[in-house]
């Protein structure tokens, strides 16, 4: 998205704000073009339809999506000496402000999950089995370091619970309007999720 210039980032960037505010049914190109001050005709010269924006907008949030999750080697030193909350922040990806462009791409796609066959796959693939897989990968790397204790817990049940409850936070984050209320809920559920790490004291 960075090396879009001229109008083919003006079509982009209008879009993902008015199918964010408004939702992409609700949109037409005419509604875009009239907001940049073209004519509907000239999106053509860019994009060969409505559905053409809505995928490059699914490609970006595929590209961007979990760039900052953190590296083995950023997490190991959390995972000897951290506390289970610590631990908790590793999945804590930072979500974008409301301000930003790609805070109007989460919300497209995340909201579109529910009737959007493309959004849905995407969601499943990057959300649920990825971004899922990444926990179980660092929970296990926290019992081969002998910091976690699963023994009486299993690692993929334990995964699958954070991470729905991550998921329905960070979904919180996305369409509540009012961030101070899903900030609450947030602090509710990091509590709540600490008491499920059982940990060992570092050796």
């Known amino acids: ?103 109007g791409i989460h919300r497209i796609v995340w909201g579109r999950k529910y009737i959007d066959p493309v959004a849905r796959e995407i969601y499943r693939k990057y959300v649920w089995e990825e971004a899922r897989g990444y926990l179980v990968e660092v929970f296990n790397r926290g019992v081969e370091l002998g910091r976690i204790d699963m023994s009486s817990q299993d690692i993929e049940t334990l995964a699958t619970l954070i991470f729905s409850v991550r998921v329905c936070s960070a979904e919180s984050a996305i369409v509540e309007p009012d961030q101070r209320k899903w900030r609450i809920k947030e602090i509710e559920m990091i509590d709540y999720l600490e008491r499920l790490i059982i940990l060992r004291t570092p050796l």
């Open 1 to 103: 998205m960075d090396t879009l210039t001229g109008t083919k980032k003006d079509i982009l960037l209008t879009s993902i704000r008015l199918f964010s505010d408004l939702g992409y049914v609700q949109v037409s190109l005419k509604n875009i073009a009239t907001e940049i001050g073209i004519k509907a005709a000239s999106i053509y010269n860019h994009y060969e339809s409505k559905e053409a924006i809505l995928n490059h907008i699914y490609n970006i949030y595929i590209k961007y999506a979990f760039v900052k999750r953190p590296t083995q080697k950023e997490y190991d030193s959390i995972l000897k000496s951290g506390t289970a909350k610590d631990i908790l922040g590793i999945f804590n990806y930072p979500l974008p402000d409301p301000v930003d462009v790609h805070y």
